[in-house]
């Protein structure tokens, strides 16, 4: 009872805490920005430690499982052929004269000797087209669009300011739908934020006192649709090399802090 009462009390006090940080004036602006990401839709390649885990667990379910029916009905078709290799009364000619465990095994194999996986490489992975998250089907992708910020156009997540009475999370899914319409559909995995990140303004657009904006992210998990958005060509699906090369520096550092590294 003493410790609910303890974090009872140290919840309310952090509530309050930041109901007063986002209502009185501050010198930064606060933003939100929120990152879209499309999950592989192909199992990416295993790397040495999975594949030791898969021959793993291969060989505990080979040593703790049952025999499957498969294997049992070789075992029945070995008795019935030496019965009748030995001209035995008790022969089942029903079962002898029917298609075997092992014609049944070599035909599966020649099936799946002739079976093609198809190609992973899509259209817009021929054309080199970004723009569209049908492509990297291996890889995780990341939605970048461009924003302004001050005189310059960055590409970088879509963010955009809190407003009163909005809730950051709020705030999120405000800017999403005003950068990528409402057609984009997402999940987003938090009421809270995933990551933070703050930079100052240029002493020529540090107005109404304000010297900055402070960030904080938001993540989500690409569902489905398409972004609809007047800059459309504009907005790319990245994948974690392409994200580096694009997003300033240190930006670049603040988000990869909160996305998974992939292995290969």
Same mark, same amino acid.
């Given at each position: 009872?003493?410790?609910?009462?303890?974090?009872?009390?140290?919840?309310?006090?952090?509530?309050?805490? &930041?109901?007063?940080?986002?209502?009185?004036?501050?010198?930064?602006?606060?933003?939100?920005?929120?990152?879209?990401?499309?999950?592989?839709?192909?199992?990416?390649? !295993?790397?040495? &430690?999975?594949?030791?885990? *898969?021959?793993?667990?291969?060989?505990?379910?080979?040593?703790?499982?049952?025999?499957?029916?498969?294997?049992?009905?070789?075992?029945?078709?070995? &008795?019935?052929?030496?019965?009748?290799? @030995?001209?035995?009364?008790?022969?089942?000619?029903?079962?002898?004269?029917?298609?075997?465990?092992?014609?049944?095994?070599?035909?599966?194999?020649?099936?799946?000797?002739?079976? *093609?996986?198809?190609?992973?490489?899509?259209?817009?992975?021929?054309?080199?087209?970004?723009?569209?998250?049908?492509?990297?089907?291996?890889?995780?992708?990341?939605?970048?669009?461009?924003? *302004?910020?001050?005189?310059? &156009?960055?590409?970088?997540?879509?963010?955009?300011?809190?407003?009163?009475?909005?809730?950051?999370?709020?705030?999120?899914?405000?800017?999403?739908?005003?950068?990528?319409?409402?057609?984009? @559909?997402?999940?987003? !995995?938090?009421?809270?934020?995933?990551?933070?990140?703050?930079?100052?303004?240029?002493?020529?657009?540090?107005?109404?006192?304000?010297?900055?904006? *402070?960030?904080?992210?938001?993540?989500?998990?690409?569902?489905?649709?398409?972004?609809?958005?007047?800059?459309?060509?504009?907005? #790319?699906?990245?994948?974690?090399?392409?994200?580096?090369?694009?997003?300033?520096?240190?930006?670049?550092? #603040?988000?990869?802090?909160?996305?998974?590294?992939?292995?290969?």
């Amino acid at each position: 009872m003493i410790i609910k009462g303890l974090l009872r009390t140290e919840s309310k006090f952090c509530l309050r805490y &930041i109901a007063r940080g986002l209502t009185t004036k501050s010198p930064w602006d606060i933003v939100t920005g929120v990152c879209v990401e499309r999950l592989p839709v192909v199992t990416p390649p !295993l790397n040495d &430690i999975q594949k030791k885990y *898969k021959e793993l667990l291969w060989t505990m379910e080979v040593e703790k499982s049952l025999k499957s029916d498969h294997e049992i009905r070789q075992e029945n078709d070995k &008795i019935q052929a030496e019965l009748l290799k @030995n001209e035995a009364h008790d022969v089942d000619l029903d079962a002898v004269s029917k298609i075997t465990a092992q014609d049944f095994e070599d035909a599966a194999s020649e099936e799946l000797a002739q079976f *093609k996986f198809a190609s992973i490489e899509t259209e817009a992975d021929k054309k080199g087209d970004k723009t569209t998250s049908d492509r990297c089907l291996q890889r995780h992708l990341v939605l970048v669009t461009p924003v *302004k910020l001050g005189n310059d &156009i960055k590409t970088i997540l879509p963010q955009g300011r809190w407003k009163d009475g909005e809730t950051l999370r709020q705030t999120a899914e405000r800017v999403l739908k005003e950068y990528c319409g409402s057609n984009l @559909n997402v999940q987003f !995995l938090s009421n809270a934020p995933c990551g933070f990140y703050k930079y100052k303004y240029p002493v020529e657009l540090q107005s109404d006192g304000k010297v900055g904006a *402070k960030v904080f992210f938001y993540y989500a998990n690409y569902k489905s649709g398409v972004v609809e958005s007047k800059d459309k060509a504009k907005c #790319s699906w990245l994948t974690r090399n392409e994200l580096t090369e694009i997003l300033p520096t240190k930006y670049n550092k #603040s988000v990869q802090e909160f996305l998974i590294q992939e292995t290969f």
